[in-house]
């Protein structure tokens, strides 16, 4: 198992940026890894995902503004959102895909003015 610390987060101004980072204890470098976000009072919902080559997809909702990157030398995956919205507001968390892990304490995001 792996264990993972989501850092980078805090209040943004709408239409504001945030940077994330995703620090793994161990290495990821054969994982995909996803950013997953849950908002108060709904369901955890993935936001995308890199692969081990680079590939990344989104959910329709992102695309356009979140960008997901990874450096594999320091076991860490990074979020960055742009023209962040009110609607962005949940905890983040990142976690691999497609394997059972255990979930980080995730980092609070809040867009509001």
């Known amino acids: 198992q792996v264990q993972f610390v989501e850092s980078g987060g805090g209040l943004v101004q709408p239409g504001g940026s945030l940077g994330l980072s995703c620090a793994a204890s161990g290495s990821i470098f054969s994982d995909t890894v996803g950013w997953y976000r849950q908002a108060p009072g709904k369901q955890r919902e993935w936001v995308g995902s890199i692969m081990t080559g680079g590939t990344t997809g989104y959910a329709d909702s992102v695309k356009g503004r979140f960008t997901i990157s990874r450096d594999n030398a320091k076991n860490t995956v990074y979020l960055q959102m742009n023209s962040l919205k009110p609607e962005d507001t949940a905890v983040y968390y990142c976690?691999?895909?497609?394997?059972?892990?255990?979930w980080g304490q995730g980092t609070q995001v809040t867009v509001s003015s």
């Open positions: 976690n691999v895909v497609g394997r059972f892990n255990p």
